[in-house]
């Protein structure tokens, strides 16, 4: 069991990646975040792939990043968990691709993990991180409140955004 984490939150332009990073540590939501960048994409213990459920073009974006980080993975290693979330939730009268198809898509073809979450009202912000937990096999990570006591932990500053 890995004790410290490396998680990469990648997705296109606008997707909500700042905004679920932010309701995760601080329970806060703005419109707007600051840049941060992106260094040591490689050695993650888990990838985040974050797509708009209301724009077609996020979710083809995910479909690449999948792809790369596949073509990229170094052989003989073991397989680094990926993790797809539909993000604007909030928005679902303007979704794209129907639940169904990216869901089925996700889980049975691709193998990952699948959730929908809206950064805007901490909907499912905690199930995606008590996921991710379970995901770089944390055994006793099961529950919830095992996501509260990592985010506990995040916010002592024991996290650097990169
Ligand atoms: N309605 C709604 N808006 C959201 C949600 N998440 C993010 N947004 C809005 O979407 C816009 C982009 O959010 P960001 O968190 O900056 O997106 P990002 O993926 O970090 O964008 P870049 O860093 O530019 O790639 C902002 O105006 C947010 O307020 C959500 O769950 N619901
Ligand atoms: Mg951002």
Same mark, same amino acid.
């Given at each position: 069991?890995?004790?410290?984490?490396? #998680?990469?939150?990648?997705?296109? @332009?606008?997707?909500?990646?700042?905004?679920?990073?932010? @309701?995760?540590?601080?329970?806060?939501? /703005?419109?707007?975040?600051?840049?941060?960048?992106?260094?040591?994409?490689?050695?993650?213990?888990? &990838?985040?792939?974050?797509?708009? #459920?209301?724009?077609?073009? /996020?979710?083809? &974006?995910?479909?690449?990043?999948?792809?790369?980080?596949?073509?990229?993975?170094?052989?003989?290693? /073991?397989?680094?968990?990926? #993790? #797809?979330?539909?993000?604007?939730?909030?928005? @679902?009268?303007?979704?794209?691709?129907?639940?169904?198809?990216?869901?089925?898509?996700?889980?049975?073809?691709?193998?990952?993990?699948?959730?929908?979450?809206?950064?805007? &009202?901490?909907?499912?912000?905690?199930?995606?991180?008590?996921?991710?937990?379970?995901?770089?096999?944390?055994?006793?990570?099961?529950?919830?409140?095992?996501?509260?006591?990592?985010?506990?932990?995040?916010?002592?500053?024991?996290?650097?955004?990169?």
């Amino acid at each position: 069991m890995v004790t410290t984490f490396k #998680i990469a939150v990648l997705g296109a @332009q606008g997707v909500g990646k700042s905004a679920i990073v932010h @309701q995760f540590l601080y329970n806060e939501f /703005s419109e707007e975040w600051a840049d941060v960048c992106c260094r040591g994409l490689r050695s993650v213990h888990a &990838y985040i792939l974050v797509y708009d #459920i209301c724009c077609f073009d /996020s979710f083809e &974006y995910v479909k690449t990043i999948r792809q790369q980080i596949l073509e990229t993975r170094v052989i003989g290693t /073991s397989d680094t968990p990926i #993790i #797809i979330v539909g993000n604007k939730r909030d928005l @679902q009268k303007g979704r794209v691709i129907p639940r169904w198809n990216v869901s089925n898509l996700v889980k049975k073809t691709w193998k990952c993990g699948y959730i929908e979450c809206s950064a805007k &009202y901490n909907w499912h912000i905690l199930l995606l991180f008590s996921e991710l937990l379970k995901s770089v096999g944390c055994a006793r990570c099961k529950h919830v409140h095992t996501a509260i006591r990592f985010q506990g932990a995040l916010r002592r500053n024991r996290c650097t955004i990169m």
